[in-house]
């Protein structure tokens, strides 16, 4: 069964920072680019940025870097999202989620979007207050 697990959402004050966790399993996670994503509270889900699956070149589709920052752990089977100088507006739902597309820096950008995902985690909950 393939699973995707995100952990590391809370409540955090505005200038703090957080880092999520997403555990894959079911599948071959070296082989996956993983993709960040969020859904605010009354706003349609959003693409924040992908890391490709040999390389872990990251394609930033929102406008956080130099904020945000991802990497993986193919060891473990996990990738992060550290999320520094965080916002009220940061707040939001974030998933994790898979393609077996983007496994460069080449090619990571036209997979890296809700369509063209293939694996999707349930969420956590990132809570920015002012």
């Known amino acids: 069964e393939v699973q995707l697990v995100e952990s590391g959402g809370g409540l955090v004050q505005a200038g703090g920072s957080l880092r999520l966790s997403c555990a894959a399993s079911?599948?071959?996670?070296?082989?996956?680019?993983i993709g960040w994503f969020r859904q605010a509270p009354g706003k349609e889900r959003e693409g924040v940025l992908c890391?490709?699956?040999?390389?872990?070149?990251?394609y930033y589709i929102d406008d956080v870097k130099g904020r945000f920052t991802a990497s993986r752990d193919n060891a473990k089977n996990t990738a992060f999202l550290q999320m520094n100088s965080l916002k009220p507006e940061d707040t939001a739902v974030y998933y994790c989620?898979?393609?077996?597309?983007?496994?460069?820096?080449?090619?990571?950008?036209?997979?890296?979007?809700?369509?063209?995902?293939?694996?999707w985690g349930k969420g956590t909950l990132v809570t920015v207050s002012s």
């Open positions: 989620a898979a393609t077996n597309k983007g496994n460069n820096a080449a090619k990571i950008r036209d997979p890296c979007r809700e369509d063209g995902m293939h694996y």
């Open positions: 079911g599948f071959t996670f070296d082989d996956y680019a």
């Open positions: 890391i490709s699956s040999s390389d872990s070149s990251t």
